[in-house]
């Protein structure tokens, strides 16, 4: 059974300051998906990830993909309180259903 | 830009009645989806929908639970008698083609069993 765990679950960054979310995925998966859900919203689709070594960038905002050791980070650069969010990783692994990790609270704090 | 949408917004229901949950996914998408969170916890895949069949469902998706189309742009999930812990926000989603296109999510209905 695909597993999906996401850390941390909660993070607190002060505006400007980097930071990495991390993904990992219990057995082989097909695609890997980064989302963002605004509260009461929601999910919208940030990044696809399809091989390993794939790496996609949006604003400050960069996921990679290591098919190997079956991880995606999803890299928050100079953070801005406009990312406040929750952001869900969800793999996609041998059947049409995506299997979501618990999701990321991130504040991000002036 | 198209988009899927959902009705109702919020729905306020009795323990043991019924609902109905539509959807209107992308006119072009072929393959429709149900997911629902419950409040504070993760999204969970319930059933996937294609040339007018059920594809794959979760463990989730028992006898109380059905999916149609019935006509050729809504997608409906009916919960037939409703409990207490059915209480969980509900996503809709969309894809172009069979399992490895991106899912675009709707907007949700807020489903409040009392």
């Known amino acids: 059974e695909l597993k999906v765990e996401q850390n941390p679950l909660f993070l607190s960054m002060q505006e400007g300051k980097n930071y990495t979310i991390y993904c990992n995925y219990s057995?082989?998966?097909?695609?890997l998906y980064w989302y963002r859900q605004d509260p009461g919203k929601s999910l919208e689709s940030l990044f696809v990830?399809?091989?390993?070594?794939a790496v996609k960038q949006e604003g400050r905002l960069m996921a990679s993909l290591d098919t190997k050791a079956r991880l995606s980070t999803l890299h928050i650069t100079a953070a801005v309180h406009d990312l406040s969010a929750t952001y869900f990783c969800?793999?996609?692994?041998?059947?049409?259903?995506?299997?979501f990790g618990k999701g990321t609270k991130l504040t991000v704090n002036p | 830009e198209p988009e899927v949408t959902q009705t109702p917004s919020h729905q306020v229901t009795q323990m043991g009645q019924e609902v109905i949950l539509r959807c209107v996914p992308i006119?072009?998408?072929?393959?429709f989806y149900w997911y629902r969170q419950i409040l504070g916890q993760k999204v969970e895949f319930l059933v996937s929908?294609?040339?007018?069949?059920?594809?794959?469902k979760s463990e989730i998706f028992d006898d109380q639970f059905s999916v149609e189309r019935p006509d050729g742009s809504n997608f409906t999930l009916k919960i037939r008698s409703t409990k207490l812990e059915d209480s969980a926000m509900y996503f809709c989603?969309?894809?172009?083609?069979?399992?490895?296109?991106?899912?675009?999510f709707g907007p949700g209905t807020r489903l409040l069993v009392l």
């Open positions: 989603a969309s894809s172009v083609s069979r399992a490895l296109e991106t899912q675009y």
């Open positions: 057995t082989t998966s097909d695609r």
């Open positions: 990830l399809l091989s390993n070594g």
């Open positions: 969800a793999v996609q692994g041998g059947s049409e259903k995506l299997v």
């Open positions: 006119s072009n998408h072929l393959y």
């Open positions: 929908f294609y040339n007018n069949e059920i594809s794959e």
